[in-house]
């Protein structure tokens, strides 16, 4: 039987190497193709957000009309229906404005009027790299994943204040599953039909229940630093059971931590949510 000191490297092993695959994925030309993409899209409030998600759930990348022809050699599909989204009137202030204001600005937002944008369904053309270019949702099923699953499901129901519920897959707007940090539920796609990809996504979500969770320490990273970590614990996880998700699991993990200095902090802070998964899954 192997001893502490060998667990413990081989632990601290699984981490370096998916830092190590993940930065020779972002080395990548393709993925700076991507990153150059993701440049051409403005940065939206929250507001904004807000706003396109009421207007169309399953929006991925929104531009305007001419945006779609010169940036990316594509054109609004015929008929197709405008996402509005809020804009800043900015005016010029007059002395006596920045007095009644109480500003010394020069401009100030003085409204919002409402600009089109399209998602790129609504148009067609030339290819746009997107995150689902890296992340390849097909991973080869194993025997043991669906008894690991039903085994680590039941324990986390029954041993801890976690409480794990399976809903529809089209309930869940394009997501495997999520963790609700207000109810510490986590609630899992129960008909994912890749048994594979159902077991790397509750170590996903249970990552974040315990890394993101209301009193945890890191709850107010940047969401980039929580997909990170937590995709990289279910990565490595995976790992330690003998299924290779790395066709999903560093693609996913990339396109969150686009910064290496992320992904570097990021990874150095999943050590010990890791080992614990790990101890888990081997008891």
Same mark, same amino acid.
């Given at each position: 039987m192997p001893n502490k000191a060998y667990v413990k490297a081989w632990k601290a092993q699984l981490v370096a190497q998916a830092e190590q695959q993940i930065l020779k994925l972002t080395d990548s030309d393709q993925f700076k193709k991507y990153l150059n993409t993701l440049a051409k899209f403005h940065r939206y409030s929250a507001r904004n957000i807000d706003l396109i998600y009421a207007q169309n759930p399953q929006a991925t990348q929104v531009a305007g009309f001419k945006q779609w022809q010169k940036a990316f050699n594509r054109t609004v599909n015929r008929g197709a229906k405008a996402i509005r989204i809020a804009a800043p009137i900015i005016k010029k202030l007059t002395p006596a404005e920045q007095k009644h204001l109480d500003t010394t600005d020069e401009r100030a937002i003085v409204g919002y009027r409402y600009l089109p944008v399209f998602d790129v369904a609504q148009t067609?053309?030339?290819?746009?790299?997107?995150? @689902?270019?890296?992340?390849?949702?097909?991973?080869?099923?194993?025997?043991?994943?669906?008894? +690991?699953?039903? $085994? !680590? /499901? *039941?324990?986390?129901?029954?041993?801890?204040?976690?409480?794990?519920?399976?809903?529809?897959?089209?309930?869940?707007?394009?997501?495997?599953?999520?963790?609700?940090?207000?109810?510490?539920?986590?609630?899992?796609?129960?008909?994912?039909?890749?048994?594979?990809? @159902?077991?790397?996504?509750?170590?996903?979500?249970?990552?974040?229940?315990?890394?993101?969770? +209301?009193?945890? $320490? !890191? /709850? *107010?990273?940047?969401?980039?630093?929580?997909?990170?970590?937590?995709?990289?614990?279910?990565?490595?996880?995976?790992?330690?059971?003998?299924?290779?998700?790395?066709?999903?699991?560093?693609?996913?993990?990339?396109?969150?931590?686009?910064?290496?200095?992320?992904?570097?902090?990021?990874?150095?802070?999943?050590?010990?949510?890791?080992?614990?998964?790990?101890? +888990?899954?081997?008891?």
């Amino acid at each position: 039987m192997p001893n502490k000191a060998y667990v413990k490297a081989w632990k601290a092993q699984l981490v370096a190497q998916a830092e190590q695959q993940i930065l020779k994925l972002t080395d990548s030309d393709q993925f700076k193709k991507y990153l150059n993409t993701l440049a051409k899209f403005h940065r939206y409030s929250a507001r904004n957000i807000d706003l396109i998600y009421a207007q169309n759930p399953q929006a991925t990348q929104v531009a305007g009309f001419k945006q779609w022809q010169k940036a990316f050699n594509r054109t609004v599909n015929r008929g197709a229906k405008a996402i509005r989204i809020a804009a800043p009137i900015i005016k010029k202030l007059t002395p006596a404005e920045q007095k009644h204001l109480d500003t010394t600005d020069e401009r100030a937002i003085v409204g919002y009027r409402y600009l089109p944008v399209f998602d790129v369904a609504q148009t067609s053309g030339e290819p746009v790299l997107s995150a @689902k270019d890296f992340v390849k949702e097909n991973l080869a099923d194993r025997q043991n994943v669906t008894s +690991l699953y039903n $085994a !680590f /499901k *039941d324990y986390l129901n029954q041993q801890t204040d976690l409480k794990v519920s399976e809903v529809p897959l089209a309930t869940l707007n394009g997501a495997k599953g999520y963790f609700q940090p207000s109810t510490n539920e986590i609630v899992i796609g129960g008909d994912e039909p890749d048994n594979a990809l @159902k077991l790397k996504t509750l170590y996903h979500e249970y990552a974040h229940s315990q890394l993101h969770g +209301l009193k945890s $320490a !890191f /709850k *107010d990273r940047p969401r980039a630093y929580q997909e990170t970590q937590a995709e990289a614990v279910a990565y490595v996880a995976m790992q330690n059971i003998g299924v290779d998700t790395s066709n999903y699991s560093l693609g996913y993990v990339a396109t969150w931590a686009k910064d290496k200095a992320v992904i570097h902090s990021a990874l150095s802070e999943i050590q010990q949510v890791s080992n614990k998964v790990i101890e +888990l899954s081997d008891g």
